[in-house]
């Protein structure tokens, strides 16, 4: 019959993914997809570490090929290796990552690594992110079941069936199995409540506004450095020692750096030692405070 034909098509498809994920289980292994095309089975394996997966000069695939062959009775099967682009936005990398961190360290400390991954996912781009923990292996007296959530998520119509990409994984652990659920709306879906505002965007008035304010305090720096030597000269001229001089025109610049900027500014033909009769004054009088 027609239909018991579905059925062990589909129940093929599937031992064939479940032998290709338990003989690829490692760091970097996402998910597999089965296509039927006139030349024959399209075996598509995504992951984000495809040379782990090719093995040395395509061993690996040569193996799995003839394995799809003998075993699956597969006419001619093509294994093809797909790199995920990244892997914090695909579900299926994100459950597998957190079923071998399960399965190498424990389930201990499952709520720290569902924030830890809500947390990445999120840094990652992502507009929502929702990760379910549960199952026997959970240390929990009461719930078996853990929700971990952030973002925006759509929960139900064609952006909840369609759009928002799904992964699950199992970890088998010695206190039991625990299942992994993440769920991730990816930065290219397009909403249909989103809005778009068509115009001008202001990005470049603002850097033309941050620039404006670099070049006053740009200005500033010079002109309290000039202010400094010159001050320091005039010193040195009253004969004070150049360690003094110097030290005794760093305060004086500090005390009255405003007042110093605006004078130079308004006169600019004229050098700023006669610009800064005030400045002079203050160092003299600290000189003289000290002799005392």
Same mark, same amino acid.
């Given at each position: ?9 589909? $129940? ?37 570490? &495809? ?24 006419? /001619? &099967? ?7 682009? /990244?892997?914090? $936005? /695909? ?70 069936? /369609? ?21 991730? $709306?990816? &930065? ?80 600019? &033909? ?23």
């Amino acid at each position: 019959m027609i239909e018991r034909d579905i059925i062990d098509k589909r $129940l093929k498809e599937f031992q064939i993914l479940e032998y290709i994920a338990e003989i690829l289980d490692r760091p970097g292994y996402s998910h597999t997809t089965i296509q039927k095309t006139p030349l024959g089975e399209k075996i598509t394996i995504f992951t984000s570490k &495809p040379g782990f997966i090719v093995g040395r000069k395509g061993s690996n695939i040569k193996d799995l090929t003839q394995v799809l062959k003998d075993k699956f009775g597969l006419e /001619n &099967p093509q294994v093809e290796v797909s790199e995920i682009d /990244n892997p914090n $936005l /695909n579900p299926h990398s994100v459950a597998k990552h957190i079923v071998h961190t399960f399965e190498r360290f424990g389930p201990g400390r499952f709520k720290f690594l569902g924030y830890k991954m809500l947390e990445t996912v999120i840094d990652a781009g992502a507009i929502g992110v929702e990760l379910v923990i549960s199952g026997r292996g959970v240390p929990s007296t009461r719930a078996k079941t853990w929700r971990f959530s952030a973002g925006h998520l759509k929960k139900s119509g064609d952006v909840a069936e /369609n759009l928002i990409s799904k992964g699950f994984a199992v970890a088998h652990l010695k206190s039991g199995s625990i299942g992994v659920k993440v769920s991730i $709306l990816t &930065p290219d879906v397009i909403l249909p409540d989103t809005i778009q505002i068509k115009g001008i965007v202001a990005k470049p008035h603002v850097e033309e506004v941050k620039e404006e304010k670099k070049k006053p305090a740009a200005k500033k720096e010079k002109i309290e450095k000039e202010v400094k030597e010159e001050v320091k000269e005039e010193l040195e001229k009253e004969g004070l020692k150049e360690e003094v001089a110097e030290k005794v025109a760093e305060e004086v610049v500090e005390e009255s750096g405003e007042e110093i900027v605006e004078e130079v500014t308004e006169a600019k &033909p004229k050098k700023s030692a006669e610009k800064v009769p005030t400045a002079l004054e203050l160092a003299k009088k600290k000189e003289k405070k000290k002799k005392e």
